[in-house]
């Protein structure tokens, strides 16, 4: 008798893969990788910058037109081909579609490196939280007594303790819950984590409203600015915000959809996953707004003049706001926790595709290809993040793998699997056979047509302005080494990955014929 853990010894691509307990469980761990550090520092400023309440129009139209027909391009190609990235492309074409799959694993890992920092940040700012480390001067606190940051840019290594040990206890628990596997490590982590999240972030959400100025902050948050509507920029803006938050385009939801049952309801899933993570996006909106309002009013100052995302809203506005009411503590606790529990579940899917995709090149068990991929990453993660100069190579690195890594590796694919290998219409009859809700040509239309002039667009604009000006003054030297070189080097590397012999024995293409004609089995019992 099988054992329900693992894909049937009948499945067509693989004979034995470890699954999901259940469609719940991975749609859990799906919004536990979608909902992370950006959904609650990013989208908040994105929405007031562009338009404000006129943003969330622009943002509907570009999560239906291209965030979740991408999404569910992903769950096609895992679910149907049952492998991470490299192999499933693979079966899906030919060596070179392989070379896109590492592309995309060789982006997680680069994030990887530099996530675990901000994790760690988090971690160390959820304790100072309880007793206001930071003092009267959070921006002082982050850059000197905390990071000791260096004065100018350069690469460095001297170390900073109280950086570097929570960074490696990080990564301990990563790894721990990555080797226990799909069920014991990755599903319990995110049975747990995200309704603990979303139970801490809703009372971090209701003690907000309720301080001084919240009403203004919302009023800025939510006032609409129809005029920017005209502007190219905010929707590209709006796209470019669905494609970073729904975990699309670089190998996570590839790996994650091939660890579901054959008979599963994929766009039902994705439809799940794409508006929980919108919704939790409008939530911290609401959170971030109402105590920058309060932020305002207590300071005197306009709400454009505290606004901020990213690093300096996480760690430097918040402390301030926090060391400016009674309840500080415990709103302290709850955003730093929020924080960490966002980021660690997003953390957890980032480093699975790697692991898995190693486990299945190489023919490793689950412990020994996360000891392969974890060990190089920790050590990567310590030796560049946990120094004084930590904060220059997470800035342009992060700067760089989001535009040139992942919006260009999203853009190879689909253009590769629509139009160069033609698969679109073979994936579309795979969705609509395993799922309740069909979507037909349209789907074809959104994915082939309208998700690569988009992210097109989007890479034109990026590439002009990064080549035009030198992102945030950087030296050229370091933009060369860690932005464009780091971009760079991943096509090299993962041409010479794609190369590289697979494990005797795995099955590298597949009868898609047979396949389908197994699926229709499958689906008539």
């Not at 309840?327 to 790697?354: K, Q």
């Not at 990064?466 to 030297?477: F, K, V």
Request: charge should be neutral; aromatic fraction near 12%.
């Amino acid at each position: 008798m099988s054992d329900s853990r693992y894909s049937q010894p009948s499945d067509p691509t693989v004979s034995r893969r470890e699954l999901f307990n259940s469609r719940n469980v991975f749609i859990l761990a799906a919004i536990g990788s979608a909902v992370g550090l950006g959904n609650i520092w990013r989208f908040p400023y994105v929405a007031y910058t562009n338009g404000g309440g006129a943003f969330l129009i622009p943002y509907l139209v570009a999560l239906l037109s291209a965030g979740i027909p991408l999404l569910f391009l992903d769950y096609a190609l895992g679910h149907r081909y049952r492998a991470s990235p490299p192999l499933a492309l693979r079966r899906a074409g030919r060596k070179w579609t392989e070379m896109l799959g590492w592309w995309q694993v060789l982006v997680c890992f680069v994030i990887a490196v530099y996530y675990a920092a901000i994790l760690a940040w988090a971690s160390m700012y959820f304790i100072f939280s309880f007793t206001e480390a930071w003092g009267d001067d959070p921006e002082a606190f982050l850059m000197g007594e905390f990071l000791q940051r260096a004065e100018t840019p350069h690469i460095g290594f001297d170390f900073v303790p109280q950086v570097a040990v929570p960074m490696l206890i990080v990564w301990i628990l990563t790894l721990v819950v990555i080797g226990l596997g799909v069920r014991k490590g990755i599903s319990r982590a995110n049975i747990v984590m995200i309704p603990l999240l979303l139970v801490m972030f809703l009372i971090l959400v209701a003690q907000s409203l309720t301080l001084p100025g919240a009403v203004d902050g919302l009023n800025a948050f939510f006032t609409p600015d129809w005029g920017r509507l005209a502007a190219p920029g905010v929707w590209a803006a709006a796209y470019g915000q669905i494609f970073f938050s729904l975990s699309v385009g670089f190998g996570i939801m590839i790996t994650y959809s091939s660890y579901l049952r054959r008979r599963t309801n994929l766009t039902g899933s994705g439809l799940v996953v794409g508006f929980a993570n919108s919704s939790f996006e409008l939530l911290a909106g609401i959170g971030v707004f109402s105590v920058l309002g309060f932020m305002a009013a207590a300071n005197g100052r306009a709400i454009d003049e505290v606004a901020s995302d990213g690093i300096g809203l996480a760690f430097i506005a918040f402390p301030s706001i926090v060391s400016s009411t009674p309840v500080g503590p415990l709103l302290g606790a709850l955003f730093f926790a929020s924080l960490v529990f966002a980021g660690f579940t997003s953390m957890i899917s980032i480093v699975e595709v790697c692991t898995a995709a190693i486990q299945e090149k190489l023919g490793l068990s689950r412990g020994k290809a996360t000891l392969a991929v974890g060990l190089p990453m920790a050590t990567a993660s310590m030796v560049l993040l946990s120094t004084t100069t930590g904060l220059f190579f997470l800035d342009i690195t992060d700067e760089f793998i989001n535009k040139f890594g992942i919006l260009l590796g999203a853009f190879a694919m689909v253009i590769a699997v629509a139009w160069v290998l033609r698969k679109l219409p073979l994936l579309q009859r795979h969705l609509d056979r395993v799922s309740t809700l069909k979507f037909g040509r349209a789907w074809l239309v959104l994915v082939g047509a309208v998700v690569p002039v988009v992210l097109g667009y989007i890479l034109v604009s990026e590439f002009i302005k990064h080549i035009t000006t030198p992102y945030a003054g950087y030296p050229l030297g370091m933009l060369g080494i860690f932005g464009w070189g780091m971009a760079g080097s991943l096509i090299v590397v993962s041409a010479l990955l794609a190369f590289t012999p697979w494990r005797r024995g795995t099955r590298q293409s597949i009868d898609e014929d047979g396949l389908d004609t197994r699926y229709e089995e499958i689906m008539q019992k």
